[in-house]
């Protein structure tokens, strides 16, 4: 988890640096969306690629007999399935709250 944090706040630097730089020298500008995507992309994946998810709503999701120690926060996590997608989201048994 510190490894996303940090690679994430490098991300945020790099796109503020590019901005700044962009300002001063507008050729710098194919930069920006570098780091524009570069810092979409981590965004997105912290977001759809967490370790633990909020306890699915709607029926076609199912609790499975999966248990195991998330490494990253040591809490124990249940895993939920959909059937109809093969989604499966790893969820906090206590509070049902993202790790």
Request: proline share 6%; charged share 20%.
């Amino acid at each position: 988890m510190m490894l996303r944090t940090f690679v994430l706040v490098v991300a945020m630097l790099f796109f503020t640096a590019t901005l700044i730089g962009a300002v001063v020298d507008p050729a710098v500008w194919p930069s920006v969306i570098a780091a524009t995507l570069l810092l979409a992309g981590i965004v997105f994946e912290r977001r759809r690629y967490g370790a633990s998810q909020a306890k699915p709503t709607g029926s076609a999701w199912r609790e499975t007999s999966e248990r195991f120690v998330d490494d990253g926060s040591g809490r124990p996590v249940t895993v939920w399935y959909n059937d109809a997608t093969g989604e499966r989201r790893y969820v906090d048994p206590k509070g049902n709250q993202p790790l």
